[in-house]
């Protein structure tokens, strides 16, 4: 059975950091990798997929890396702002193209 | 492209009620997803729909939960007999295509509180 983990749970860091969220799955038969960002309240936003074949991908300020065979990822957020603060999630698509997501990282960056 | 709307956006309810959430996909999105969340977890998967057809439930949902999806547009899940343990935030998502390239927009959510 897929698992998927984010640790830490939690993450303080002064603006202006350049900052590293982890993601762990148990299950390297997976079809692609997905981070996501959400604000209190609210529901998510789709930030990068990663395709299983691939190693990273690239938006603006945020870059997300993919080692299937040790079944980990990293979410890159450089020169971080205080509009950065929301909780970060990933999730893998399984062999049954079912998202299977872990609990997330709350980020906070601190003005 | 409006986005993905949810109403109502919180819910307070007494055990024992019902409730009846709606979702509006982006018009064009044939997938529609319902998905559950409580506090400091990620998304519970719930069930979908591919155009008006009800293609998967997940075990966990009880018999108390019921979806609908009718002529393929927007959807409702009804909970019967709400429980304390129903309390959570009710997700929607919607997307063009399944597969290893599904990209899932999702709504705002619906904060259900039950009493």
């Known amino acids: 059975k897929q698992e998927v983990t984010q640790i830490p749970a939690a993450l303080s860091v002064p603006e202006g950091e350049n900052l590293v969220l982890n993601c762990s799955f148990t299950?390297?038969?997976?079809?692609?990798l997905q981070w996501f960002r959400q604000d209190p309240g609210k529901g998510l936003t789709s930030l990068l997929l990663?395709?299983?074949s691939q190693r990273e991908q690239t938006s603006g300020r945020l870059n997300a890396s993919l080692d299937k065979s040790s079944g980990r990822s990293t979410l890159y957020i450089a020169a971080s702002q205080p509009g950065d603060s929301a909780t970060y999630l990933c999730?893998?698509?399984?062999?049954?193209?079912?998202?299977?997501w872990g609990a997330g990282t709350k980020l906070i960056i601190k003005p | 492209d409006t986005g993905v709307s949810q109403d109502p956006r919180h819910k307070i309810t007494k055990r024992g009620q019902n409730v009846t959430f709606r979702c509006d996909p982006i018009?064009?999105?044939?997938?529609l997803y319902w998905y559950r969340q409580t506090l400091g977890q990620g998304p519970e998967f719930l069930t979908y729909?591919?155009?008006?057809?009800?293609?998967?439930k997940s075990r966990l949902l009880s018999d108390r939960f019921s979806a609908e999806r009718p002529k393929g547009s927007f959807s409702t899940l009804e909970i019967q007999r709400t429980e304390q343990g129903d309390s959570a935030m009710y997700l929607c998502?919607?997307?063009?295509?399944?597969?290893?390239?599904?990209?899932?927009?999702f709504g705002s959510g619906t904060q259900l509180s039950v009493l």
């Open positions: 998502a919607s997307s063009t295509a399944g597969g290893e390239y599904e990209k899932l927009f």
């Open positions: 018009s064009e999105h044939n997938r």
């Open positions: 729909f591919q155009n008006e057809a009800q293609l998967e």
């Open positions: 299950d390297s038969a997976i079809y692609n």
């Open positions: 990663i395709q299983s």
């Open positions: 999730a893998v698509m399984d062999s049954n193209y079912q998202l299977i």
